[in-house]
């Protein structure tokens, strides 16, 4: 694993506008390709393996947190815990998700958390990195096959053929939007007919018992770029067990995007390999840890705590509670940390995407850093 400089392409701008990616740019660059990852083939084998070895692991604590009733422990309420067993009873399919892992080439990676509900670098992971790796290197390869399997996991799960799917976030949000739109794409060229609703617009008829679109048509199956946690605090959620709505990702998702999760999955799998030791409560840590809040999302009131020092980002998460891990130190190459987003389709690891930052938590500023494969 090495990090190289290059020369972006002339009028990158234009080429990352033309796949999808509108949002390239701030103050600096989110898609950076004046940086990329070399791979070799065995680092690759590697994190494939250990991203569906902790995969397996997940959908083992899945089990026994809803077996032995440990809801509690994530802060999930009974309206939502009851939409998670009825999911999960019924086989409900899920279509995709992230690991966040690190790795430096040498050893056994190390995974972070389990983004299974909302993930976003989407595009760029799928389809932008790849045209920047065939234009710069186009006789080697990339760990990315995230298309052709999202596209073929929307056959499998078990929608009636040419139905509509209806995927949907809230407006105004450029990224949830971007990535929205994308599945929606991936939906159309699996045969269905998807369609984009903002989720403002989504509607209830109650005399149909019907969640409707805006043209008042029934929405059928879906896909929601909007946090569990938030859907089973709104008004209309009381009406989720009773309307004939698909809903992807499934309501058990909820266990896997939760920060909750890892004291469960160390406590089944104490010394595996690919997990770091986490607790409900810093104790066995001693004094060098990582506090993440339950519902956190892209680095927000996370605390890094090392040798009595800490640093802690602003957020607006924390009421639901907080876990700890334990430290784990991000390779740092010239300044910039990288994580390595393992990307799930259905059970299998499709690809990988790398953000990197100027400090060790990976947040919304995080840029993300094209990668490639050379044998």
Avoid at 220 to 233: A, D, G, H, R
Avoid at 265 to 287: A, C, I, R, V
Avoid at 350 to 370: K, L, V, Y
């Amino acid at each position: 694993m090495e990090r190289k400089t290059f020369t972006p392409r002339e009028n990158w701008q234009k080429t990352v506008e033309s796949q999808g990616l509108t949002f390239h740019s701030n103050d600096n660059p989110y898609w950076n390709e004046s940086v990329g990852y070399r791979f070799t083939a065995r680092e690759v084998d590697t994190l494939e393996k250990a991203a569906n070895d902790v995969h397996e692991l997940c959908l083992g604590a899945a089990q026994h947190i809803i077996d032995k009733d440990l809801f509690h422990k994530l802060s999930i309420p009974d309206n939502a815990a009851r939409l998670i067993v009825d999911s999960w009873n019924k086989d409900q399919l899920h279509l995709y998700g992230r690991f966040d892992f690190v790795y430096d080439g040498t050893g056994q990676p190390k995974m972070l958390e389990y983004n299974a509900d909302t993930p976003t670098s989407l595009l760029e992971a799928s389809v932008v990195q790849w045209h920047w790796m065939k234009d710069r290197f186009p006789y080697l390869d990339q760990f990315n096959s995230i298309h052709e399997r999202l596209v073929d996991r929307w056959k499998k799960l078990g929608l009636k053929p040419g139905s509509k799917v209806h995927v949907s976030t809230l407006d105004g949000i450029e990224e949830d939007v971007i990535t929205t739109a994308y599945l929606g794409d991936t939906a159309r060229e699996a045969g269905f007919d998807g369609r984009f609703i903002g989720l403002e617009s989504l509607g209830y008829d109650s005399s149909r018992r019907i969640f409707c679109d805006m043209d008042n048509e029934k929405v059928e199956t879906l896909f929601k770029l909007y946090p569990w946690e938030l859907i089973v605090q709104e008004d209309f959620a009381k009406h989720l067990p009773t309307a004939d709505m698909r809903i992807v990702e499934p309501a058990w998702k909820m266990l896997w995007s939760n920060k909750g999760l890892l004291p469960i999955l160390w406590e089944l799998n104490p010394d595996h390999p690919n997990l770091l030791p986490s607790y409900e409560t810093p104790e066995k840590l001693g004094n060098t840890w990582v506090k993440k809040p339950l519902f956190g999302r892209e680095g927000a009131n996370v605390t890094i705590r090392k040798g009595g020092e800490s640093v802690e980002t602003e957020g607006h998460y924390g009421p639901e509670g907080f876990i700890y891990q334990a430290y784990c130190q991000i390779p740092n190459f010239d300044g910039n940390y990288p994580v390595l987003g393992l990307w799930m389709v259905g059970d299998d690891c499709a690809g990988m995407g790398i953000r990197e930052n100027s400090t060790e938590i990976t947040d919304n500023w995080s840029r993300f850093t094209p990668h490639y494969i050379q044998y």
